[in-house]
C-alpha cells in the first residue's frame, strides 16, 4: 500500500488561494459540493506525478527531480479556471480555455525531466485541474465566476498519502 506520492505541481498564490477557500464555502453553502474541501494550503495543480511509494521515495530520484527542475527556463503564465463539477468520486476546479501557456511549461519541464533520465516517470495524459473535493460523487459541471492567478513558480511536492499533509522538497522561480 503505497504511503507517499512525488509530483510536481503548482500552487495557487496567496490571493488565488484565498479565492479558492471562499470558493468552496460558497459552494457548500449552496449545496453543490458536499463534502469535505482538500484544505487550502494543499490546493495544487499537478504538472507530473512521479510515483507512489511504500516506504521512502528514492533519494536518487528527488534528486534527478531537483536536477531537471533547476534547468527549466520560461516566463510566468496566467492560469484561469470557470468551471466546476464532480467526476469519479472527485470535485474539480476546471478551465475552459486549453491553457497553452501551462501546457507549453509542462513541456518544457518534461524535456528536463526526459533529459534527467525519467523518461519512464512521464504520463503523457494531462488533465490540468484543481481538486477541491475528494469525497464527492458525479455532479454535472457548472460555470464560476473565473479563479486564475499568474504562475512564477512550481514545486516538488512529497504527499503523505491518507496524512493529509504534503511536504515542499523543493521550488524554482519561473524565469526566462
Not at 459541471?141 to 504562475?151: F, K, L
Request: with cysteine; charged share 20%; glycine share 6%.
Amino acid at each position: 500500500m503505497p504511503k507517499r506520492r512525488l509530483f510536481f505541481g503548482i500552487w495557487p498564490d496567496e490571493g488565488a488561494t484565498g479565492r479558492l477557500a471562499r470558493l468552496t464555502v460558497q459552494l457548500r453553502d449552496d449545496a453543490i459540493m458536499p463534502g469535505r474541501p482538500v484544505d487550502a494550503d494543499r490546493l495544487h495543480i499537478t504538472l507530473h506525478h512521479l510515483g507512489d511509494f511504500a516506504d521512502q521515495i528514492p533519494s536518487n530520484l528527488v534528486a534527478a527531480a531537483c536536477a531537471a527542475a533547476a534547468t527549466v527556463v520560461t516566463q510566468p503564465f496566467e492560469v484561469v479556471f470557470d468551471r466546476v463539477g464532480g467526476t469519479k468520486g472527485l470535485f474539480l476546479l476546471r478551465a475552459s480555455d486549453e491553457l497553452v501557456a501551462m501546457r507549453t511549461f509542462r513541456q518544457v519541464l518534461t524535456v528536463a525531466l526526459i533529459k534527467a533520465g525519467l523518461r519512464d516517470r512521464i504520463h503523457s495524459a494531462f488533465n490540468p485541474h484543481v481538486t477541491l473535493s475528494y469525497d464527492f460523487s458525479d455532479v454535472p459541471e457548472r460555470t464560476i465566476a473565473p479563479v486564475g492567478w499568474t504562475v512564477r513558480q512550481f514545486v516538488l511536492i512529497e504527499s503523505l498519502l491518507g496524512e493529509h499533509r504534503h511536504i515542499e522538497l523543493g521550488h524554482w522561480s519561473i524565469r526566462s
